[in-house]
């Protein structure tokens, strides 16, 4: 077991030795104990108090070897709102640890640090820690858990509880502690445990770790109870921690691969469709191997950045914003689809399909090895020629030899005439695109295209990551004018579409950017940011450097629209819909509630003319590491 890590003048020797001083029986007290003496021991002694002084001393907490679990995964981070239920862990992460590996980043609520999980997990590629305060904790995390399951996000859960009916130290503990805790997000999590004995935790955490980097990745839970926490470990009990050993990310069958291959190099107009596909770099880099060796038409549906957006075959642009759902444009007329962790296959080809029923489709997704029943985050079934399911990145490699054997010269010369269209097309749509975006270019309020522009001319030689979603709610400017080549720009949006994931999710992913000096960027929706603003006040309190530029449109505008849409149908009008749905009387003031948490800021900025000066003022504060934010006042979208 590792060694003990004990500060030269600790809070543990200070309550030993003034206890001692106390009871005024020094001359009966205990002589150093075989573990304490020696430091490699596994497991120390525990030193009893005289029952006079009310005080019992715990030399080797349960907790501290769980911070030694939690260390030998590699876990750099424990975001968490301090909580009781996981006190113990909370004190050894503090005192045993050093506060280094993990490290304790405060949050102001339990949603907050899981989203914020779930951004520094896409840009990172490894998870942090959360810590969660029993019932209540667990509640309030919930739609952010939500949100990383159905985002195939690697979300680390540990969950305070007292299990012990008879350990529970009154009427707040007991509304706050559970039989089974893990109950309440069963069915949005990969996998959970509640370990009974510190042995029982240790093979429990590893394997965690080891089921939620298993693609499909998702959120696990490991309840720890208070009383294993605090209690000391046992004389002579035999810790040890069980070796990680990650698994490799399951591969499609080898027949199935060559048969897909054979109906791509025979596919006269093929299109691939990535959703999440591109779990690392890597994965980006094999799809733009495969897509220039066929010279075929991408499609990104932007769960994360899967293709480089310029690249002259992508073809997103045509099908107009960029996200949810993306449709496979008809003008397109493809005749094979090949679905790489698609996020919804079925509404992508139901318009092609309906125009050429005999359309191939070809699904490759990870997505078909683990899904539940109750929520219905899997969208409509979709019938398909061949189906795989396996971890699309890990199947490209070999998709691509395969390929690559069946490509004669002949061709090799059909797939050049073919990307030259593509390439033209995509010239064609960045055009467009470039000419809508000047349309209202001098609006006030200022329109959600000149706020992307006017960002991108200033960051466009800076390294660079967008970590809020390119949303319908800023019409995906940013994915339509921006030119994004790195895996790391842009990690998409909420997986369950919940609000309150925007704001925590760009923290966290910027707090992942931080390590390599990049320049994050946040276009924030404002209504989004109403439910989790405390993140401004842990950016500040943590040093966490990103450039915040708020879409306020003062408005929940999808809902403006959902409700003009149904009045219209009813014919009753659209004087009243904006009770309940705009943010107005009074306006809030944005740069006032950021600059209260800690954070540089300026605004509300309804000139136009005036955003190059406020987001360059904001790119010199990040650079010198702090975040900033600018209050924009938007169009609707």
């Not at 490699?397 to 010269?409: G, Q, R, S, V």
């Not at 409700?563 to 904006?578: K, T």
Request: proline share 7%.
């Amino acid at each position: 077991m590792p060694k003990s890590k004990r500060n030269p003048v600790g809070r543990r020797g200070f309550l030993r030795g003034a206890v001692a001083g106390a009871a005024a029986f020094a001359a009966q007290a205990p002589n150093a104990t075989p573990q304490q003496q020696n430091a490699n021991a596994p497991a120390r002694a525990e030193a009893t108090a005289p029952a006079e002084s009310g005080v019992r001393i715990v030399e080797r907490a349960g907790s501290d070897f769980m911070v030694d679990v939690i260390q030998s995964l590699g876990i750099e981070y424990v975001f968490a709102m301090p909580g009781s239920s996981f006190a113990g862990l909370h004190e050894s992460i503090l005192n045993y640890a050093g506060n280094k590996n993990p490290e304790y980043i405060t949050c102001m609520h339990e949603e907050s640090s899981v989203a914020m999980a779930n951004g520094y997990a896409k840009v990172e590629g490894k998870p942090v820690a959360i810590a969660v305060h029993g019932t209540v904790g667990l509640q309030h995390a919930s739609m952010a858990v939500y949100d990383a399951f159905a985002d195939h996000s690697p979300v680390y859960m540990i969950l305070g509880n007292s299990q012990d009916a008879t350990k529970r130290g009154g009427e707040v503990i007991w509304v706050h502690s559970a039989q089974d805790p893990a109950a309440l997000v069963r069915d949005i999590t990969k996998w959970d445990d509640q370990p009974v004995s510190l042995p029982h935790f240790a093979e429990s955490a590893v394997r965690a770790y080891k089921i939620k980097m298993t693609p499909p990745m998702g959120p696990v839970a490991i309840t720890i109870d208070t009383e294993l926490q605090e209690e000391q470990i046992p004389i002579g009990t035999n810790l040890r921690i069980p070796k990680l050993s990650p698994s490799t990310p399951p591969a499609g069958d080898g027949a199935a691969i060559a048969d897909a291959a054979k109906m791509l190099v025979a596919a006269e107009n093929p299109v691939l469709l990535a959703g999440r596909m591109a779990r690392t770099p890597e994965g980006m880099k094999n799809l733009v191997e495969l897509a220039e060796l066929l010279q075929c038409a991408v499609l990104d549906q932007h769960r994360r950045l899967n293709f480089p957006s310029r690249h002259p075959l992508n073809q997103s642009n045509r099908a107009g914003q960029g996200g949810k759902p993306l449709m496979v444009p008809v003008v397109m007329a493809p005749d094979l689809v090949v679905g790489l962790e698609s996020n919804d296959l079925y509404t992508a080809i139901r318009l092609v399909r309906a125009r050429n029923p005999q359309l191939k489709v070809i699904s490759i997704s990870a997505g078909d090895l683990f899904q539940r029943s109750n929520y219905q985050n899997f969208q409509r079934y979709t019938e398909e020629d061949i189906s795989i399911a396996a971890d699309a990145e890990a199947t490209l490699p070999y998709l691509i030899e395969a390929c690559k054997k069946l490509i004669t010269d002949d061709r090799k010369r059909t797939f050049q005439a073919r990307g030259a269209k593509l390439a033209e097309a995509h010239n064609q749509a960045l055009e467009k695109a470039r000419l809508d975006a000047s349309y209202g270019w001098d609006a006030s309020p200022i329109s959600t295209a000149r706020l992307s522009a006017e960002l991108w001319a200033q960051i466009r030689t800076e390294d660079w990551a967008l970590v809020t979603d390119s949303s319908p709610w800023i019409h995906d400017w940013p994915l339509q004018l921006w030119d994004f080549t790195k895996h790391y720009q842009y990690i998409g949006g909420a997986g369950a579409e919940g609000v309150g994931y925007a704001a925590p999710a760009a923290v966290g992913a910027a707090f992942a950017h931080k390590r390599h000096g990049r320049l994050p960027i946040a276009i924030q929706p404002d209504g989004d940011l109403m439910c989790a603003n405390g993140v401004l006040w842990t950016a500040a309190h943590h040093k966490i450097p990103m450039l915040t530029m708020m879409h306020n449109n003062r408005a929940y505008h999808q809902e403006v629209m959902g409700l003009q849409g149904l009045a219209n149908r009813r014919q009753r009008g659209i004087d009243h819909i904006e009770i309940g749905t705009k943010i107005y009387d009074p306006y809030i003031d944005y740069a006032k509630l950021a600059s209260s948490m800690g954070v540089r800021s300026e605004g509300p900025i309804t000139d136009p003319k005036d955003l190059a000066g406020a987001i360059r003022r904001g790119i010199q504060a990040v650079k010198g590491g702090e975040p900033y934010l600018v209050d924009v006042v938007t169009q609707p979208r």
